[in-house]
């Protein structure tokens, strides 16, 4: 079982992020960019190609992130792949031992660099977690027995799915049903889109509390920490489904210093993500080529050591004060 | 002319007036698998990502679709939608299988008296024990 899941299972405070992407640096990237964040991560994410750019494969960089005893979670997006591929991979990440999938529907091609490329979206996101879940029961979608079959008779590979969910994009009341639906087809945590509007992020997470949401889907917020103009800007106006308001761009354009000024806002958004119920851990994407991610867990007081084994079999649980 | 032949015939004539009136109606894109009833009387495969189980995270906060800013998201209008329909409505949150990619073309009309329209790969039935 994948430590995410028994931290999970667990109730124990977790900490995921996002793995920069990867292109010509190989496994010496993969490495300079854990090193820094270590500390403080459980697990992380193995994107597949944001924004709809091309970079190395999810599936090859969950391998290099295990090589390095880094825990993946493999993302898995419908854009680029038929029903086909997309059970190859799942058995392709199986094969290597790689549990956490996070099931996603995936950015237009409009919105990335080669919008003259072909969307496939032969499944919906929906469909893909069931279908993680058909080969979880030991066989295909078509039917055909997976062999020879797992330990114990059990036949498929075992997932530990998740799914992805945007409290900030409308319907906006819908959405914490729209989560629900994805915890019946399978999903088990699911990592919140940036939200820069913390009355949508209360709304839903509020709402997913109440219902009873949250004790069957682990909710995991996420905060983004920035550095430039440029980058906020980005946000803005490049990333489907982020609304960043007016006021907080301005922020970042009138400060003195930019960069302090968005370690200012990531923490406030941690912060507020923190106070609010059901938040089973927190998960960032960083854009800064430093140590963004540990210097806000450390200002977070989120406890580093999570690389330790001593403190893994101490069962020491990573309970954050705030 | 044999039985099959004559049947075909048949199927495409309705085809071709199930097209003519679900068209201009609701944009029909013949999947051949009409879900119609479940999202609001509103066509998924109108969106441009054919998605059958809701919105995706790039609706834009003015409810535009993300990859054509130009037209309202489809899944917002399906949702609205179908919370003023009196009926139906509880299958909005009903999961939908993948498209039968074999259908495209043929007649949804013909595919639910025969059931055809129904019928998913052996596996999927089996996801949930």
Known sequence: MPTLERKLDAKQFVVTAEMPVIDGGGQADVLRHLEPMRPFVDAYNATDNPSAHAHVSPLAVSIGLANAGAEPIMQLACRDRNRLALEAELMGAAMHGIENISCMTGDDVSAGNEPEARSVFDLDSLQLLQVARVLERGHYLSGRAIEPAGAGGAGGPHFFLGAVENPGAPPYEYRVRRAAKKALAGARFLQLQICYRPELLERFLRAAHDTGLTERLAMLPSICILRTVGGIRFVATKVPGVDVPAHIVKRVEQAKDAEQECEEIAYEQAMHALSQPGVAGLHFISFRKDAGIAKLCTRLKIPGGRDSNERESNGDSASVAV | ?129
């Open chain 2, 1 to 129: 002319m044999s039985a099959s032949a004559s049947h075909g015939r048949a199927a495409a004539v309705i085809a071709r007036a199930e097209h003519v009136i679900k068209g201009p109606i609701w944009g029909c894109r013949m999947c051949g698998q009409c879900v119609l009833h479940s999202t609001g009387l509103t066509c998924p495969m109108t969106c441009p990502k054919t998605l059958r189980n809701g919105p995706c995270g790039g609706v834009r906060a003015d409810g535009t679709c993300e990859v054509k800013p130009e037209m309202r998201c489809v899944w917002l209008k399906a949702y609205e939608r179908s919370e003023k329909l009196p009926l139906w409505r509880g299958h909005f949150d009903d999961l939908r299988p993948p498209v039968d990619n074999r259908l495209q073309g043929t007649s949804a009309w013909v595919n639910l008296i025969t059931g055809r329209d129904r019928e998913t790969p052996a596996g999927w039935a089996d996801a949930n024990p």
